[in-house]
T-cell receptor, first 112, second 116 residues
Framework: GNSVTQMEGPVTLSEEAFLTINCTYT??????LFWYVQYPGEGLQLLLK?????DKGSNKGFEATYRKETTSFHLEKGSVQVSDSAVYFC???????????FGKGTHLIIQP | EAGVAQSPRYKIIEKRQSVAFWCNPI?????LYWYQQILGQGPKLLIQ????????DSQLPKDRFSAERLKGVDSTLKIQPAKLEDSAVYLC??????????????FGPGTRLTVT
């Protein structure tokens, strides 16, 4: 079956630090890959996506590249801000139906 | 544009009681999803509707959970009888739905269920 593994949190960084949150996946066929974000007190929202190998998704300074050879979709940002503090979920869709399979989430804390 | 609406936001019940959650998707969205998010885990798909038909309910515990989407708009998810392990946040999401593209799912605020 499909599964997503992402790094355990919480991840605590100082403002302007470089961010990487690792995500690897197992899937049948050729999945589409997503990062969702949940800010404090808000609902889940799509951050970025990539639908085929070597695609790069980007939004709000965040980037992730679909690496089929390593089955990975790591999230990166060059300079984080306090407002980036949230829980980040890696997810995929594969296998016909388009319900999302999520990782467990990574809690990111940015300190000023 | 109004987002996905869910009610109630919070519910506390005793085990073996029944409970129902309601979801109103974004207007015009054909596809509706219910997810269960247990504390410390990512959301898990319970059921997916396309209009008023079920597309995927393979992870729905059908002995106690049921869901319907009459008229292809609003949806209700019911648990009867509830167990302690059903304590979770129940998320509803919707999307336009297309056979040609993977479209964004928009999530509601969720209903937090506590079973005591």
């Amino acid at each position: 079956g499909n599964s997503v593994t992402q790094m355990e949190g919480p991840v605590t960084l100082s403002e302007e630090a470089f961010l990487t949150i690792n995500c690897t996946y197992t899937a049948t066929g050729y999945p589409s890959l997503f990062w969702y974000v949940q800010y404090p007190g808000e609902g889940l929202q799509l951050l970025l996506k990539a639908t085929k190998a070597d695609d790069k998704g980007s939004n709000k300074g965040f980037e992730a590249t679909y690496r089929k050879e390593t089955t990975s979709f790591h999230l990166e940002k060059g300079s984080v801000q306090v407002s980036d503090s949230a829980v980040y979920f890696c997810a995929l869709i594969s296998g016909g139906a388009d319900g999302l399979t999520f990782g467990k989430g990574t809690h990111l804390i940015i300190q000023p | 544009e109004a987002g996905v609406a869910q009610s109630p936001r919070y519910k506390i019940i005793e085990k073996r009681q029944s409970v129902a959650f309601w979801c109103n998707p974004i207007s015009g969205h054909a596809t509706l999803y219910w997810y269960q998010q247990i504390l410390g885990q990512g959301p898990k798909l319970l059921i997916q509707f396309q209009n008023n038909g079920v597309v995927d309910d393979s992870q729905l515990p059908k002995d106690r959970f049921s869901a319907e989407r009459l008229k292809g708009v609003d949806s209700t998810l019911k648990i009867q009888p509830a167990k302690l392990e059903d304590s979770a946040v129940y998320l509803c999401a919707s999307s336009l739905g297309s056979v040609y593209a993977i479209l964004e799912q928009y999530f509601g605020p969720g209903t937090r269920l506590t079973v005591t």
